[in-house]
Structure formats: structure tokens, C-alpha cells
């Protein structure tokens, strides 16, 4: 039978309520803690082994567990980039949502 593999980076607003929600439909999944180069922000990368067959389940709670969503940030994040920003006012930016890798796995044992 063949597996994939699957990388999911998730925001950590997201990771609690993903995990819950997977674990309910039977997949486990590894958490490595990650961080964001754009907002500098806490991500979650999540790492599963599943079975071709359950690989849209997968994406569909991936789905519903992280949407996108909009929220206002402070210029502060760029001073830490080296820029200097020429405004004071808070930036609406999109943050949730999920990068999601499907990788091919030649192999696959649980021991």
C-alpha cells in the first residue's frame, strides 16, 4: 500500500484545534516548532505518515482547522528586518491558513 507524507506548516493559533481534529479521525502527527521569516511569528510544522487513500481527509481538516484570516501587526516587526517603516499605523495582514507539502514515500514502517 502506498503512503505519503505529509508537511504541514500551520500558524500556532491553529495547531491546538488541528491536532484535536485529526487526532478525532485517527491521524497522529509530529510537531516541530518552526518560526516564520515574514512576520517572525510561531508556526507549527506538522509531520504525517498516511496512507494514499487518506490523504484528501487530510487536506479537508487542514482546510477547515486554518483559515486565513486578517490581523492588524505593528511596524515593529520591520525595524527588526532593518527597515525603517515611514508610518505608525498598525498593517492588516493575512496570517492562519496552512503550507502543506504531499511528498511521495518510497517506505514506510511504524515500529
Known amino acids: 500500500?502506498?503512503?505519503?507524507l505529509i508537511l504541514a506548516i500551520v500558524n500556532d493559533d491553529d495547531r491546538v484545534r488541528l491536532?484535536?481534529?485529526?487526532?478525532r479521525e485517527g491521524f497522529r502527527a509530529t510537531k516541530l516548532s518552526s518560526t516564520g521569516s515574514f512576520l517572525?511569528?510561531?508556526n507549527?510544522?506538522?509531520i504525517l505518515g498516511v496512507k494514499d487513500i487518506d490523504v484528501p481527509k487530510v487536506m479537508g481538516i487542514l482546510e477547515e482547522q486554518c483559515k486565513s484570516r486578517q490581523e492588524l501587526v505593528s511596524e515593529l516587526w520591520?525595524?527588526?528586518l532593518g527597515l525603517e517603516p515611514d508610518y505608525h499605523q498598525p498593517l492588516s495582514v493575512?496570517?492562519?491558513g496552512a503550507?502543506?507539502?504531499v511528498i511521495d514515500v518510497e517506505q514506510f514502517k511504524k515500529f
Open 40 to 42: 517572525r511569528a510561531g
Open 99 to 101: 503550507t502543506v507539502f
Open 94 to 96: 493575512n496570517v492562519g
Open 78 to 80: 520591520l525595524a527588526e
Open 44 to 46: 507549527s510544522t506538522l
Open 1 to 4: 500500500m502506498a503512503h505519503k
Open 19 to 23: 491536532t484535536e481534529a485529526l487526532l
